[in-house]
């Protein structure tokens, strides 16, 4: 290209640049708005002493990291931190499992299918606290429906929202009927992708149900079941209405998790203590930022 050539494409390049960057300012600013200044915010709480009164006249203390160093030392994180891992972890395996196992069966067409698909998604469709009080009514200790069908077969009355063993359970058992339909949905359209050829050629070689689940639809469900579960992990980590409806965290904390804390801490006591709740949101970013993390490596791995 002579010289005379490239100054007369220089003024295109530059168009064709300042087309994509008007293309990708939306983006950015929705990015900056939406994400970027909220993290900032959060920081910027945690790292200060915002009471009340600090809101209003606008001079929090800088504290550095001493609200860190507070809710680590403090005798009720280990108990939340257990009981984030024991409620995120069962309901994303329950979750995974139960709309995997429906996923493989709603891939076999047949009459009604789709109408049972479809209230299969009921769960997701229903605004959470209506959910969240359908649990609580039926788990009622005194006039409970599942105490009521426990009792037909002489099983004795079960505190289920009101006793700390079984607390945690109750809203993990709430939460996973919630998950199951975004499972289902998603490993469906996964199984949509794997070729039939594939199992017509195992079924030609012999392979029965089994074999053909664990050899072709397992591993090359493998991607889908990778970010299934993650979007299941960040989602799960953050449930605040749920178990806040139920349980409100107890009793005696046996169901408070660390996002309970947070909420908790900002705005179930009636004394808003911002700057500790902040801190334990950002442990949950942090956490979830590690899984997202892993998510890609093991991306990567199977590549």
């Given amino acids: 290209m002579t010289r005379r050539a490239a100054h007369a494409a220089a003024p295109h390049r530059r168009a064709r640049r300042w087309t994509a960057l008007a293309f990708l300012a939306p983006l950015l600013v929705y990015l900056l708005v939406f994400y970027a200044y909220p993290l900032y915010r959060n920081i910027e709480l945690s790292l200060h002493d915002y009471t009340p009164r600090a809101f209003i006249q606008g001079d929090p203390e800088f504290t550095g990291l001493e609200n860190y160093a507070k809710i680590l030392s403090d005798g009720a994180f280990l108990r939340a931190l257990g009981n984030t891992a024991l409620f995120t972890l069962g309901s994303i395996a329950a979750q995974y499992a139960i709309g995997l196992a429906l996923a493989v069966f709603f891939q076999r067409t047949f009459r009604l299918s789709a109408v049972l698909r479809a209230m299969f998604l009921v769960p997701w469709l229903l605004p959470l606290i ?164 892993a998510h890609v490596r093991l991306q990567k791995e199977g590549s």
């Fill in 130 to 293: 209506v959910s969240a009080s359908t649990w609580s009514w039926m788990l009622n200790s005194e006039n409970g429906i599942v105490n009521a069908a426990l009792q037909a077969f002489g099983v004795g009355q079960i505190n289920w929202l009101t006793s700390p063993d079984t607390s945690l359970l109750a809203v993990t058992v709430a939460n996973v009927w919630l998950g199951v339909p975004f499972n289902l949905v998603i490993l469906h359209a996964g199984l949509q992708n794997i070729p039939a050829e594939l199992y017509e050629a195992a079924g030609l070689d012999g392979a029965g149900a089994w074999q053909r689940f664990r050899s072709i639809t397992f591993p090359l469900l493998r991607p889908v079941s990778l970010i299934t579960l993650l979007l299941g992990l960040i989602y799960t980590l953050k449930v605040v209405d749920i178990i806040w409806i139920m349980t409100r965290g107890g009793p005696a904390d046996a169901s408070t998790t660390l996002a309970i804390w947070s909420y908790r801490e900002a705005f179930g006591t009636g004394q808003p203590d911002f700057s500790p709740a902040a801190a334990v949101g950002n442990l949950l970013i942090l956490i979830a930022f590690a899984a997202g993390l």
